[in-house]
């Protein structure tokens, strides 16, 4: 079945409800996103949850457990630049949902959710996504999951103005329990491939590191630029395209890295595929998620102290594999962990950050979970 508006279907519109999305992690294929590439990310159990039903005024209103003041918009007419601030990824939604061909009357929504905010776990993702759903059964209509993370994705980057890549939005709305999203960012191509790690004694450790996110959002779009200059003078449609005895053909230094990173990394997705679909041991995925990070650190430059002590501490207390997670620049790091050995992982962090006063990080396990739909 192909997903867009020909597959559209019809069912009743729905007068109220709850509706939710969840943040992601991703295992592995960082910044391969906007390169055509191949990422693995799963739907974590924290979630935005949206209740929603048609305006009983005449303009949209929007409320959030989060925010002090509601805001009020039209869904019917806003369009970019209307909208600022957390609002907007509200508003970005009912604007990319007006753009895909479905039309919407106001709505009046309010908003929770427990993805933390600025920790790399793709909160905006979670909040459009829930966004989006709710407006599909208010309007009666499915467009399915992929058409929705377009359109979620199509807020941030043209309501929003954040120059992401896809990956974030298809894991909120693709999400398996007990499942990873394996995504082929060409063509939005989705295989669910199981990852049961407690039945193999182990878990996977999410360490947000709480560092401060600086130039987080420039940072992003000069590594993109990066890559499209790679693209360009190797003459290919993108990275996705590019091997490695491509990468001599690149004179600059910087340019090389950047490419080298994001075709070695496509590797490393696929590569973690197949152990995890032919059966092998999951620990057996400890080394390309360590030589992720080294990539990211040394090659792309996404890392910063705080994530790279994370790792190295997550290591050093018995982690099979550790890397950070997310657009970088700070955020969370995963630590794939023996089960009877994640207090001493833990430990090790925190001891690492205590040693240079850095405030304690925050850890809890990953945990595949279901992917955006209605609660009630
Ligand atoms: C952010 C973006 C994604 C992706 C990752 C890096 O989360 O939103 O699209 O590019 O960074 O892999």
Partial sequence: MTHGLTDTAAHDPVATGVWFAPGRVNLIGEHTDYNDGFVLPFALPQRAVVTAAPATGARSRVRSAQEAEPVEFSAVTATPGDVPGWAGYVAGTCWAFREAGHPIGEVDLELDSDVPVGAGLSSSAALECAVGVALADLAGIEPGRTELA???????????????????????????????????????????????????????????????????????????????????????????????????????????????????????????????????????????????????????????????????????????????????????????????????????????????????????????SDGAGRLS
Wanted: charged share 25%; aromatic share 4%.
């Fill in 150 to 368: 377009r359109i979620a994705r199509r807020a941030e980057n043209e309501f929003v103005g954040a120059p992401t890549g896809g990956m974030d939005q298809m894991a909120s709305m693709h999400g398996r329990a007990g499942h990873l999203v394996f995504l082929d960012t060409r063509d939005d191509t989705v295989e669910l491939v199981p990852f049961d790690l407690h039945a193999h004694g182990l878990e996977l450790l999410v360490i947000d590191t709480r560092a401060p996110h600086a130039h987080a959002d420039g940072e992003y779009g000069a590594r993109r630029a990066d890559c499209e200059r790679a693209a360009r003078e190797l003459g290919l449609p993108a990275l996705r395209d590019a091997t490695t005895a491509d990468l001599d053909r690149l004179d600059d230094d910087r340019i090389r890295r950047r490419a080298r990173h994001v075709v070695t990394e496509n590797h490393r997705v696929l590569a973690v595929v197949e152990l995890l679909s032919t059966g092998a041991d999951p620990r057996d995925i400890g080394p390309l998620l360590d030589a992720s990070h080294t990539s990211m650190r040394d090659d792309f430059e996404i890392t910063v102290p705080h994530v790279d002590v994370a790792v190295e501490a997550a290591r050093e207390g018995g982690a099979v594999g550790a890397r950070m997670t997310g657009g970088g620049f700070g955020g969370c790091v995963i630590a794939l962990c023996e089960a009877s050995g994640t207090g001493r992982v833990v430990a090790a962090v925190e001891s690492a950050y205590a040693a240079r006063g850095w405030t304690a990080p925050a850890v809890f396990a990953g945990t595949p």
